[in-house]
């Protein structure tokens, strides 16, 4: 399994990015997938700022409403779009992916939650005044 993210960068305060995850080695639709960051020499941040699973996104609430996430399922790709960056959303962000799980008493796939199993090894975004 391979994640390789790309399109970080340097912008300033008010500017765009888009991130890019190309996965390989797993069936897309079985896995969940997300969106996390960590900013050098502080905890990563606690859950996914971006996930998504099949047709359902969720959001942190420090980018909720300026950052999108969507995939492509026809090459592998899982997006997240940028917008609206502030100072605060300097950190080195990373692509993940983890099996969605199922519940067999219930009959139901599980929501999906870390830990997440695979990673890619980051791209870095700056956002400067």
């Known amino acids: 399994v391979q994640l390789a993210e790309s399109g970080g960068g340097s912008v300033h305060t008010g500017g765009s990015l888009k991130l890019s995850c190309v996965v390989s080695?797993?069936?897309?639709?079985?896995?969940?997938l997300g969106w996390f960051r960590q900013v050098p020499g502080m905890e990563r941040e606690l859950g996914a700022i971006?996930?998504?699973?099949?047709?359902?996104?969720t959001y942190a609430d420090s980018v909720k409403g300026r950052f999108t996430i969507s995939q492509d399922d026809a090459v592998n790709s899982l997006e997240l779009q940028m917008t609206a960056l502030k100072p605060e959303d300097t950190a080195m962000y990373y692509c993940?992916?983890?099996?969605?799980?199922?519940?067999?008493?219930?009959?139901?796939?599980?929501?999906?939650?870390?830990?997440?199993?695979?990673w890619g090894q980051g791209t870095q975004v700056t956002v400067s005044l």
């Open positions: 993940a992916a983890q099996s969605k799980r199922y519940d067999y008493t219930g009959g139901y796939f599980l929501p999906c939650s870390e830990p997440y199993s695979h």
């Open positions: 080695g797993l069936p897309f639709a079985d896995y969940c």
């Open positions: 971006a996930g998504i699973d099949s047709d359902s996104t």
